[in-house]
């Protein structure tokens, strides 16, 4: 699903809001030329996650998926001076990539680049606090990915999750793939919880129909 309205109003947004900059162009011109998907969030989506972990103060953050850096790079330049981002990547080939592209930005002194399965480096960040999660990655650990942000994070932490909709997949009851089963059992989880407080946004845009959840820690 996917309309050039979108995209026109994605270019406007881009525009008009988001300050250009080369590094962004350059991580994904060197993204595409290495073979990597292109579906890094917007910017106006970067941004967003930009905002959002500004306006908590977010000093320690983790994400999960990293590709070619693209979201790291937004969420890394948000945090209060001192900040840190963990991202954790399982594809070397993506992961060479995203060193690259935090070279290019000047954030390699803020990212800590985990190479390796989410489930297996998650275990070793126990000892941070975090302030702010982006979970964006294999689609089908996300309900564990969640649980182990809970865990991970201080109390008023924010918590987002990328690709909950699927284009409408979430509530469509004869979609049974995992991914789509994990998208809905994770919005079931983050309802129950009583760790954290969830909502959950749909999104249009160049990146077809989509959305986000949004959970803060209590
Ligand atoms: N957050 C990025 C896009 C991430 S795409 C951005 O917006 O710019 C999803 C990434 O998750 C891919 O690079 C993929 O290799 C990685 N991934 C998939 N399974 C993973 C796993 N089990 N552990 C860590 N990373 C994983
Ligand atoms: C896919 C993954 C993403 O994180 C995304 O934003 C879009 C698509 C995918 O695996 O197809
Ligand atoms: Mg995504």
């Known amino acids: 699903m996917h309309t050039p309205v979108w995209d026109a109003v994605d270019e406007f947004f881009d525009r008009t809001l988001v300050t250009p900059d080369a590094v962004f162009d350059d991580v994904l011109h060197r993204s595409e030329a290495a073979g990597l998907p292109a579906i890094s969030v917007t910017a106006s989506q970067g941004k967003l996650l930009a905002l959002l972990a500004e306006s908590i103060g977010a000093r320690r953050a983790l994400e999960i998926g990293t590709l070619g850096g693209f979201s790291a790079i937004w969420i890394a330049r948000a945090l209060a001076p001192g900040g840190r981002l963990v991202t954790i990547e399982a594809e070397p080939r993506h992961a060479v990539v995203a060193r690259e592209s935090f070279a290019r930005a000047g954030v390699l002194d803020r ?94 845009g160049s990146k077809g129909y989509d959305g986000f959840l949004l959970a803060r820690v209590r």
């Open 111 to 204: 990212i800590d680049l985990r190479e390796g399965q989410a489930l297996d480096v998650l275990p070793q960040l126990t000892d941070t606090k975090i302030d702010f999660t982006f979970i964006d990655a294999d689609k089908p650990k996300t309900p564990a990915y969640l649980d182990w942000a809970i865990r991970l994070s201080r109390p008023g932490a924010l918590i987002v999750i990328d690709n909950v909709v699927r284009e409408g997949e979430i509530a469509d009851a004869a979609k049974a793939d995992a991914s789509a089963l994990a998208m809905r059992r994770v919005c079931e989880q983050a309802g129950q919880d009583a760790r954290i407080s969830a909502t959950a946004v749909q999104t249009v």
